[in-house]
């Protein structure tokens, strides 16, 4: 009779200990008190897992008289932890926050210049009408392109339609054409630089070649179709290289670059220019050397 006593004694005591009570809850948004249904509540003593249905109720048995860890996730809201501490059955309303975080406010100022590292030709310009759809501007201080080198593949890359070969590593001569026709020497373009025809013979021989430096370059103005027309019987088109002007803001400023490449390759850049009152000047000097990406192509120029 003594060792039942004892045992029946211990058996309450475990229930006791154990005892569980039921709680009844419901979650809701924070932004808009709308019943979030398929939120995962989750004991973190105990393991058990429960769910919320379409009105966003759960139920989820919990250890009486005991500290409980709640978690509660949802995806797009914020996973939220609640310490529960009950001792009889309970109905609670619990709240999650949508994800989300307010930023800063941003301003995009080089949208353009990233969809296209250049701009358009105003429809008229001094004596010149560019009203066509064939003109373009290739800003060079906005461009990602080799200029020490003169990579027209990289300088041109964003002009449709335009036909280019590389006979050489320093971009000492350009060859470019345009829809069809051929690059060599860039024959079938009006090269000028300034305005001013830089080729051996505009109509008889139009072969060009000398190519600016890129380096020096402030734009580069390619106006092709009708508009192209008022400078010569080329084909292709109008090809212009503005240099760079007097310095804005200084007296005097100089710019040194000293580039070295595969094959032996050396560019040396070096610019001069100031202003004072009404007066400007820009100058500069550009020195290549290299042996070439093929047999007996070295240069020196």
């Known amino acids: 009779m003594t060792r039942f006593t004892v045992y029946s004694f211990l058996w309450l005591c475990s229930l006791t200990i154990n005892a569980q009570v039921q709680l009844e809850g419901q979650v809701f948004s924070a932004l808009d008190s709308s019943a979030l249904a398929g939120v995962e509540i989750f004991n973190v003593q105990s393991e058990n897992l429960a769910i919320t249905n379409n009105q966003g109720f759960f139920k989820l048995k919990l250890t009486a008289n005991s500290i409980q860890d709640l978690v509660f996730f949802s995806y797009q809201y914020q996973s939220t932890k609640v310490q529960l501490h009950l001792s009889q059955d309970s109905s609670l309303k ?23 590292r250049g701009s358009r030709l105003n429809e008229v310009e001094g004596t010149a009408v560019y009203a066509g759809k064939k003109s373009e501007v290739i800003v060079l201080e906005n461009t990602v392109a080799n200029l020490a080198a003169n990579n027209a593949r990289q300088v041109f890359a964003q002009v449709v339609g335009l036909n280019i070969y590389e006979n050489n590593d320093a971009g000492l001569q350009l060859n470019i054409g345009g829809r069809g026709l051929d690059p060599n020497r860039s024959s079938n373009f009006n090269v000028r630089q300034n305005g001013y025809d830089i080729s051996a013979d505009v109509l008889g ?30 084909f292709g088109g109008f090809l212009n290289f503005k240099m760079k002007g007097p310095a804005k803001d200084t007296s005097l400023a100089i710019v040194q670059r000293n580039t070295i490449g595969s094959f032996g390759l050396f560019t040396n850049f070096t610019s001069l220019s100031g202003r004072k009152g009404k007066w400007g000047f820009y100058t500069f000097f ?16």
């Open 286 to 301: 550009n020195y290549k050397e290299g042996q070439g990406w093929r047999p007996n192509s070295q240069f020196s120029s």
């Open 205 to 234: 021989y139009p072969e060009s070649y000398y190519t600016p430096t890129a380096e020096a370059l402030d734009e580069i103005q390619v106006v092709r179709g009708a508009a192209s027309l008022q400078y010569g019987t080329q």
């Open 94 to 116: 619990f709240y999650l926050y949508p994800l989300g975080e307010e930023l800063d406010e941003v301003i995009i100022q080089q949208k353009r210049a990233e969809a296209f």
